[in-house]
């Protein structure tokens, strides 16, 4: 039956134009071609082939890692691809590496936190890959408290270095992907500590190992911190465990873009002026606390003990962070989009009771039960899209300002990518295992693609911030916004409706000192604003033209399943706030239930506009052709455990048992 398309009266069912919904999914006409091209390129090429990445024992999984790293690169540099054609290239190979790390991170914090001079000496070295770069901020003792990290940079003025030293077990480096085994450099976050004084945590450029035999350097105790959730998955990345035993590096190490340590007599540039011995600056953790009171970083000369302010607000650290994590909220879109295709085309495949006359049975899609577990889903992956695209943005848009110097919109933009990292990486989590379990016994089988994806995915909730510390972090900004709205500091942006909650306008935001009792309540109440945040964006790529037969009205479809599963799931928020009735309550779920309806002879189109391959869904159920069954049973073949009949084991451990001799064995 090869060739045969099993989903084909599926897919001739579907009302909108897929092509031009592809493009939508994309981005751009653009984006849809550069993303097909790279896609189909890796699928066809048996370099990168990741079908046996389960059954691999971690050292062979590491190793083929690296093998495929360096084939991307060779193919990169063979095929003179693009920035954005090798970033799309790493995305489909679809395997967490180092290089993760390096592209993501390492370069990114360079970028934004180093000087000119800094990122003259290290980008072309990093863009080539001569030297191979981790960020090393995470402690054994702490993570989300970065104010907490233990490490130290303790400055010398006699040599003009600093020394790096782990002082305390817990104070290891532990955790950062690329360190264990490969990365030649770290950025590695310490507590700056000159003159004797602390001045809190800074990011250093630290080589780590030779770049001629890869031992590390002296000073360096430096390995991996072992196995990991699930099969494959994260395992292929070296995350890391480092200590420093007073290791010396050159001052020009420290990233300077926005504090920096001076030698004995150098000059002052810039805003600050002046001749001086040290300068150095104040400022709060990356991930975790408040924001200053009046946001400005805090810039101390201690050889007149005199203290001068710059221009620049403290939250300028936080620009790398704002790049990484909107990356994370566009990939969610594809992690959940991912899970959903898979779910959706299993259920048009599958079949389960409803035989009438002995007729086939009912596709399991048709059960009102699925389609209402599954289309929210499917909803959320396209506006997770949206609400991507739209973060991508605003990222943009705030960067243009940074160098014009305005620094107005940096607290929203930060909330507004805390926030989104947040709910969209929790979701699509949580999405993922749903479709898991939609796909029933099969499901769980490495072959379906899911519990692997799971296994990847599950993480994001937890790195670059870990999603409940970042929701206080959100409703710590809309207690402050609540505070002035009296005031003449009128919200604006994604803030502004308050302004408009005649409610709100008469409050006074009295959790100022009660935040840690209330932090519950308000972690809901950060939910809230972001899921208001998805849904608005939503509606605002609606208003947008949208060119292709149907496309828009799918769209639309899809953006009320998204607005009033929400209500239908919080029902009793709305409710007890009065904000509806139970007359509207049973009006939505009506209409929740027309919308399923409408979505049903659309919803294998709407998983075939993501355009994947069947490479990178890695999924016998997911398969485009819904050629199921044949490959599953292929494949179980294929296990390692059935390289025989009987099992290695047998005649020790097997035949004792069967013959009673269980006794005389020798166990
Ligand atoms: C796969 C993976 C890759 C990683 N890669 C890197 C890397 O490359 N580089 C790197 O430096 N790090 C890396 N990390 C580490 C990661 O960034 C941290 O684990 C993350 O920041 C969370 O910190 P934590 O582990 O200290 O969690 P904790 O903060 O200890 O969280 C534990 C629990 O405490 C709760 N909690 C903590 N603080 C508060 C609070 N103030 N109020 C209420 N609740 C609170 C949290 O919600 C959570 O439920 C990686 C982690 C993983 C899992």
Same mark, same amino acid.
């Given at each position: ?13 579907? %009302? ?17 071609? +550069?993303?097909? /091209? ?10 990168? /082939? ?11 999984? *590491? ?6 790293? $360096? ?26 590496? *180092? ?16 000087? %000119? ?5 290290? #980008? ?44 305390? #077990? ?8 690329? #360190? ?30 030779? #770049? %001629? ?13 072992? &196995? ?31 504090? &920096? ?50 221009? +620049? ?13 909107? @990356? ?6 594809? $992690? ?17 009771? !409803? ?29 997770? /899209? ?11 848009? +705030? @960067? ?6 305005? *620094? ?101 935001? !009295? ?53 009033? *599963? ?36 659309? $919803? ?29 049973? %292929? ?33």
């Amino acid at each position: 039956m090869e060739g045969v398309d099993h989903l084909a009266h599926e897919r001739n069912k579907s %009302e909108f134009d897929v092509d031009a919904m592809k493009i939508v999914w994309a981005g751009s006409p653009h984006a849809f071609v +550069v993303s097909d /091209r790279i896609s189909k390129l890796v699928a066809s090429d048996p370099g990168f /082939r990741k079908d046996n990445r389960s059954t691999l024992s971690r050292k062979e999984l *590491f190793k083929n890692t690296l093998r495929k790293a $360096a084939y991307a690169w060779k193919t990169i540099i063979d095929l003179h691809l693009s920035e954005e054609e090798a970033a799309k290239l790493r995305f489909y190979v679809d395997e967490p590496a *180092f290089t993760d790390v390096h592209w993501g991170m390492f370069i990114p914090a360079i970028k934004g936190q180093g000087t %000119e001079e800094q990122q003259q000496k290290w #980008l072309p070295l990093a863009y080539k890959m001569q030297i191979i770069g981790c960020y090393a901020q995470t402690e054994l003792g702490h993570g989300s408290n970065v104010q907490g990290l233990e490490t130290t940079a303790t400055f010398d003025p006699q040599t003009d270095e600093f020394i790096i030293h782990s002082p305390t #077990l817990t104070s290891s480096k532990w955790w950062p992907g690329g #360190l264990g085994k490969v990365a030649t450099h770290a950025i590695a976050y310490a507590l700056l500590i000159v003159g004797g004084r602390e001045q809190g945590v800074h990011g250093f450029i630290v080589q780590l190992r030779s #770049l %001629e035999d890869h031992s590390p350097l002296p000073g360096m105790t430096v390995g991996d911190i072992g &196995m990991k959730f699930g099969n494959g998955a994260y395992n292929a990345m070296d995350n890391g465990v480092l200590r420093f035993d007073h290791v010396r590096i050159p001052r020009n190490q420290m990233l300077m873009s926005h504090v &920096m340590v001076l030698g004995r007599g150098s000059s002052l540039l810039g805003p600050w002026g002046g001749k001086t011995d040290f300068v150095y600056s104040q400022w709060s953790a990356l991930r975790g606390g408040p924001v200053g009171a009046n946001g400005k970083v805090v810039l101390v000369v201690t050889c007149e003990g005199k203290y001068k302010q710059s221009d +620049v607000p403290r939250q300028l650290v936080y620009g790398a962070m704002l790049y990484v994590r909107q @990356t994370i909220v566009a990939d969610a879109s594809c $992690a959940l989009s991912r899970a959903v295709c898979i779910a959706t085309r299993y259920s048009a495949v599958r079949r389960q009771f !409803g035989s009438q006359n002995g007729g086939p049975e009912t596709q399991v899609i048709d059960y009102k039960t699925q389609q209402s577990r599954l289309f929210p889903l499917l909803a959320s992956a396209y506006a997770f /899209r949206f609400v991507g695209e739209w973060l991508k943005w605003l990222y943009a848009d +705030v @960067t243009q300002r940074l160098q014009a110097n305005d *620094f107005s919109t940096l607290p929203e933009a930060h909330a507004c990518t805390a926030g989104l990292k947040s709910l969209t990486t929790t979701a699509t989590a949580d999405g993922i295992e749903e479709c898991r379990k939609l796909c029933g016994g099969h499901g769980y089988l490495c072959s379906s693609g899911l519990p692997e994806l799971f296994a990847v995915y599950v993480p994001a909730c937890t790195y670059e911030g870990e999603n409940t510390v970042l929701l206080l972090q959100v409703a710590r900004f809309l207690m402050k916004t609540v505070s002035q709205l009296g005031s003449s500091k009128k919200p604006v942006g994604t803030i502004a409706y308050m302004t408009r909650v005649e409610h709100l306008m008469q409050c006074r935001c !009295g959790v100022q000192r009660g935040f840690a009792e209330l932090s519950a309540d308000l972690v809901e109440a950060a939910v809230a604003h972001c899921q208001l945040l998805v849904v608005s964006k939503f509606i605002e790529k609606l208003q947008q033209e949208i060119p292709g037969k149907g496309v828009k009205q799918q769209l639309e479809v899809l953006c009320n399943i998204y607005a009033l *599963f929400l209500l239908h799931k919080h029902q009793g928020d709305f409710l007890s706030t009065g904000c509806i009735t139970p007359k509207h309550a049973a009006l939505a779920n009506d209409e929740l239930r027309s919308l399923y309806s409408q979505v049903r002879p659309n $919803a294998i189109a709407l998983v075939d506009a993501f355009n994947y391959t069947d490479h990178y869904l890695g999924s016998i159920l997911g398969c485009y052709d819904g050629n199921v069954y044949p490959k599953l049973y %292929e494949a179980a073949w294929k296990d390692p455990l059935n390289e025989s009949v009987v099992p290695d084991g047998y005649h020790q451990y097997i035949r004792p048992l069967l013959k009673q001799e269980i006794r005389t064995a020798r166990l």
